[in-house]
């Protein structure tokens, strides 16, 4: 087997689909202007980012005014919650949130993390009595689906509860994207998306938000996204977002036929691993699987030697010691040592599939279906 012949790490980063790359190398030849500069060329790159915003402006609902470009998620997510006067959020969340939270927490902003339960799916009602604890005006933040689970989050039970005690919720629909229908986080207050996690470009990303609270600029300079977001919009990068938006419509018909391949893959090891996030609705392309007695990390190198892509946590905590928070957070700390996360995307095959399993009882050292190790 040649080497990454099969890439199961879709909710790390996704290949840029080829209308992408079509889009943005007519938009560097054509669109390379300043979209900020009144003249023509300025004003041809301004249309590509406008088009991408009015697109963006449709999928999360909201008037484009209130579309703002980031460098990605993880921007996004930093710019609606880093002037919140108190956050509810729980171990669940991305890095780029559950920091945010812990820097805010140092500077004396009140703060209350929910309690996880074992499936990793949140409970509203816990939700409700943190944000109980916190001043009237702050912030619920809830993902959509979780990154390393895929586990689908209850966004319209938590946003009824938040606007109910005067609270706005913030989703962090990165990973859902294109997997689930856009009316799932309608009752958001603000949104963070990224570009490459739906077969865009790395480097752009964007936060969608309504009603009464705007966020405050994290940068000061010129008066581009409303002065909320200064900075050049790099018109090449909109027109791949564009392009990678406009598929997101069936995308969820695409992703749930991904879901037998999933369930076949989880199948295979249900003798030798647990299924992290099992019994509550979940992404049809992402699993969790924790291993007994091995190394989450030890599996990931040795897959990859064999030419088999996979992860253990989130690609953003790639590097660090430490096993998952959300895993830990879930099921406690030996399973999260364990943990394997593997990712399929619209371009996975059965055959990938065989071929992974096949990998991963080798590294194993056991046959298929052989829990003993003699097989």
């Known amino acids: 087997m040649s080497p990454a012949s099969v890439y199961l790490d879709w909710n790390a980063t ?3 689909h080829p209308l992408v790359l079509v889009a943005m190398a007519d938009a560097a030849a054509s669109a390379w202007g300043n979209p900020a500069s009144t003249h023509q060329i300025g004003r041809q790159a301004r249309v590509l980012v406008e088009d991408a915003r009015d697109k963006l402006a449709e999928i999360c609902a909201v008037h484009a005014r209130d579309v703002l470009f980031t460098s990605g998620g993880t921007e996004a997510n930093n710019l609606a919650l880093s002037d919140a006067p108190g956050l ?23 703060v209350v993390w929910v309690e996880i339960p074992p499936c990793g799916r949140v409970d509203a009602e816990a939700y409700r009595e943190a944000l109980q604890a916190l001043p009237r005006g702050s912030v619920a933040a809830l993902m959509a689906a979780n990154h390393e689970t895929g ?33 799932s986080w309608r009752f958001a207050d ?16 964007a936060l969608a938000f309504r009603g009464p609270r705007v966020p405050k600029p994290l940068l000061v300079g010129g008066s581009q996204e409303r002065g909320l977001r200064p900075g050049t919009v790099d018109p090449v990068a909109a027109a ?31 003798t030798v691993a647990r299924v992290n996030g099992e019994g509550v ?30 992860s253990s946590g989130s690609a953003c905590s790639a590097g660090t010691t430490e096993p998952s928070t959300v895993i830990t957070g879930m099921v406690g700390l030996e399973r999260a ?35 003993s190790g003699n097989g």
């Open 337 to 371: 040592r364990g943990a394997v996360r593997v990712s399929l995307g619209e371009s996975t095959t059965a055959d990938q599939i065989e071929s992974a399993k096949a990998m991963l009882w080798r590294v194993l050292g056991r046959g298929p279906g052989d829990p």
């Open 14 to 16: 996704t290949p840029p």
């Open 88 to 110: 509810a959020l729980s171990r669940l969340e991305h890095p780029s949130v559950t920091r945010v939270a812990e820097r805010l927490q140092a500077r004396g902003v009140p």
């Open 190 to 205: 603000s949104l963070a998306i990224a570009a490459h996690k739906i077969r865009g470009p790395k480097g752009i990303g």
């Open 240 to 270: 791949g977002f564009l392009a990678a938006l406009r598929r997101t419509g069936d995308g969820p018909t695409r992703y749930a036929a991904l879901g037998p391949l999933r369930n076949d893959f989880e199948r295979a090891f249900a």
């Open 151 to 183: 586990v689908l989050q209850p966004l319209e039970a938590v946003a009824l509860v938040a606007h109910d005690l005067g609270a706005t919720l913030h989703v962090d629909a990165v990973q859902a994207l294109g997997k689930i229908v856009p009316e």
């Open 281 to 310: 609705p979940r992404l049809p392309h992402v699993s969790s699987l924790s291993f007994t007695g091995v190394s989450g990390d030890e599996l990931v190198a040795a897959l990859d030697l064999l030419g088999v892509c996979v």
